[in-house]
Structures are given as C-alpha cells and as structure tokens.
C-alpha cells in the first residue's frame, strides 16, 4: 500500500477546495445570468419595460448664459452699487494707483458726511453715489497728481435704511447693507403673514426731487417662477414695501406711538 506524504494531501485537499469554489461561483453567476434573462424575457412578453440603470442626471441648463437666475443677481448687485449713496457710518476705501502715500484702505464716514484725506483734508462725501465720489475725488486730486487713476470699494454699508410694513410676521426698518430685493426684504421680515397677499404688495419710492413713486409688484409671480427678471425689483435706499392684506386690512403701526408719516420720514433719512 503507498503511503501518502502530508504534504502531499494537504495539497490535494486546498486544490480541490479551491476547484470546488471556483465551480461554485461560476455556477451562482451563470445561474444569475440565466435568471435575469429569463425575467427580461417574461417582462419583454407581457409589455413591461426593461428596467435601465439610473444614469447621472445632468442639471438643467438655463437657455442664458449663466443662468436666469444669475442674470437677475447680477442686476441686483449692479442696481445697488448705481444708487447707493454714501453717508454717515459707511465705510469705503480709497485707491489711487501709483499712489501708496494717498491711498486709504479704509475711511469711515463721520457723523457729519465727511471723511479725512492726508492730501485733501477734510472732504463732504455724504449724498454721493459711488461713481460720482470717483469723479469728485479725482478731479480732486487732479489739482496735486498728474492723471490720478482713483477707484472706491464700499465696505460698509450702514446708512441705507428701507422699511417693510404691513401683513409681514415682523415689520421692521431694514439697514440695506447690500443688494436685497424685494423678495429678500420680506424674507428677513419673516415671511408673509396667512392674510399677506403676495399679489398685493407697494413699493413706495422717493426721488431725487422728493416725491415718492408707487410701483405694484406681484410677488406671486416671482414666487412661482413666472416673473421676468426685473419684477423682483432691487430695493434702494428709503424704498418701503407695503404687503397688504386679503381682507384689506389698514396698515399696522410699526409702534403703537409712530404714525405711519413719521415712519416714511424716518426711512427717507437713509435716501439723502
């Protein structure tokens, strides 16, 4: 009888479950082929589709360059920084190339509208909007520099005021210290109230002369993505916006001792 060496049958034993395995496996796939055909088939005879993996979904693109609603951000950014006029408490800073000695990276608005510069002294900037403070300052230093090339970055923004009253969870007094829309207006005032009417809502507006204009706006729209891209109108200072009620209700006092006149005076402050 031959004997056989242990080595040997333990050999043997790891082919043969390795073999055994290897046959397994390739049996469980094949019989997963064979199944799943089988179901394609079945669904394929009784109308059903065949199922397709999900794909990666691509985002919708916008028929615009950018975006529709990028455009509508970037016109709100470029009505705020057109219309925002400097005052008291604001800070911006002001570059002149070339010039490191009368460049200033930040100057902070006094209480009286003016500002401290090393060449210039003391300067009114208060009611100047930014590009008309650029051609003010340059034509400024035009008179010590030769071709001053002057740029102004507003950093802060804190003598814009608007108000946001009527059927609004809390009417307040808003320091515009950057691009807000209507919609964003109210949004910080909490939202609609349920009697708000979202195809209600006033923005009063004071001119340059004075007078104040009444514009309509119809958040409804905006609201369920039907508006066009100027309808969410970028506030400006002393805007106030007026959210009516369902039951035109009168317009709540702010506080039980500011008349409603007094209020539009207030905020008028922030437009100069």
Do not use: W
């Amino acid at each position: 009888m031959t004997m056989i060496k242990p080595e040997r049958n333990i050999l043997t034993i790891f082919t043969l479950f390795v073999a055994t395995g290897l046959l397994s496996v390739a049996f469980d796939a094949r019989a997963q082929a064979i199944g799943s055909s089988l179901i394609q088939e079945a669904r394929a005879g009784s109308g059903e589709k065949k199922s397709v993996p999900d794909q990666p979904s691509e985002s919708p693109r916008s028929s615009s360059p950018g975006g529709a609603d990028d455009q509508v951000y970037r016109n709100i950014i470029k009505s705020f920084t057109d219309n925002y006029r400097i005052g008291p408490a604001d800070a911006f800073a002001l570059r002149v190339k070339g010039q490191p000695d009368y460049s200033i990276e930040k100057l902070k608005v006094s209480p009286t509208g003016t500002v401290y510069h090393p060449l210039l002294g003391d300067i009114l900037v208060a009611g100047y909007t930014l590009e008309q403070l650029k051609k003010h300052l340059t034509t400024d230093l035009s008179e010590y520099l030769l071709n001053p090339v002057v740029s102004i970055e507003l950093l802060e923004a804190q003598s814009a005021k608007v108000g946001i009253i009527g059927e609004v969870r809390n009417p307040k007094i808003l320091m515009l210290s950057g691009p807000m829309s209507i919609l964003d207006a109210i949004t910080e005032a909490g939202g609609f109230t349920d009697t708000g009417k979202k195809s209600g809502v006033t923005l009063l507006r004071q001119n340059p002369n004075g007078q104040r204009t009444t514009i309509k706006v119809n958040l409804k729209n905006i609201l369920n993505g039907k508006a066009e891209p100027g309808e969410n109108i970028a506030l400006q200072a002393g805007d106030t916006v007026i959210v009516h009620g369902n039951a035109m209700k009168a317009i709540p006092i702010i506080a039980g001792i500011t008349s409603f006149g007094s209020l539009l005076s207030f905020i008028s402050l922030g437009a100069r």
